[in-house]
T-cell receptor
Framework: GENVEQHPSTLSVQEGDSAVIKCTYSDSASNYFPWYKQELGKRPQLIIDIRSNVGEKKDQRIAVTLNKTAKHFSLHITETQPEDSAVYFCAARRAGTASKLTFGTGTRLQVTL | DGGITQSPKYLFRKEGQNVTLSCEQNLNHDAMYWYRQDPGQGLRLIYYSQIVNDFQKGDIAEGYSVSREKKESFPLTVTSAQKNPTAFYLC?????????????FGPGTRLLVL
């Protein structure tokens, strides 16, 4: 089955700096890659997703890039703010299956003043 | 995702007891899912249902059971066979299990063993 690895497990950046979180997946048939943000004790919330027919997607300060050949995708957050502090999860879904998402183990992002 | 509710927020289980976690959605979504979240780990899929009266095992189904008698409801029972049930349980739903539509999560239930 699909295996998703996520790095780093923790990331500390200063306010205003950029943050990058990377994920690799094992199943070349995966075609949908969402990113979720989870604040302490809260539910995961989708922040951005990308499908395999595009290489990059942006939404204000957040962007995701996908390299299908290398089977990895990354989340980029620019101009980080304290409210960006949370745990971020990547996930992958294989085409042609019921929507079973395989999640990475999460990255705890801390934005310091 | 405000259309997905879970109850209770906290649940305590005694040894040998079965407990049921509730998940309701008013989004008219076909597919529903149950995940377990442990500290330092990602979300692991317990069960999922693509349509009423049908459900499939996920990656860690042992010790759990579900039912899907109504489109809007997908309760999860944690049985006494689940030896390490302490975790944060998240329910999710999506419009169509096959098209890859986004999964939206409920607020979660934290299960603790007494």
């Amino acid at each position: 089955g699909e295996n998703v690895e996520q790095h780093p497990s923790t990331l500390s950046v200063q306010e205003g700096d950029s943050a990058v979180i990377k994920c690799t997946y094992s199943d070349s048939a995966s075609n949908y890659f969402p990113w979720y943000k989870q604040e302490l004790g809260k539910r995961p919330q989708l922040i951005i997703d990308i499908r395999s027919n595009v290489g990059e997607k942006k939404d204000q300060r957040i962007a995701v890039t996908l390299n299908k050949t290398a089977k990895h995708f990354s989340l980029h957050i620019t101009e980080t703010q304290p409210e960006d502090s949370a745990v971020y999860f990547c996930a992958a879904r294989r085409a042609g299956t019921a929507s079973k998402l395989t999640f990475g183990t999460g990255t705890r992002l801390q934005v310091t003043l | 995702d405000g259309g997905i509710t879970q109850s209770p927020k906290y649940l305590f289980r005694k040894e040998g007891q079965n407990v049921t976690l509730s998940c309701e959605q008013n989004l008219n979504h076909d597919a529903m899912y149950w995940y377990r979240q442990d500290p330092g780990q990602g979300l692991r899929l317990i069960y999922y249902s693509q349509i009423v009266n049908d459900f499939q095992k996920g990656d860690i189904a042992e010790g759990y059971s579900v039912s899907r008698e109504k489109k809007e409801s997908f309760p999860l029972t944690v049985t006494s066979a689940q030896k390490n049930p302490t975790a944060f349980y998240l329910c999710a739903s999506s419009g169509d299990a096959w098209s890859g539509e986004t999964q939206y999560f409920g607020p979660g239930t934290r299960l603790l063993v007494l």
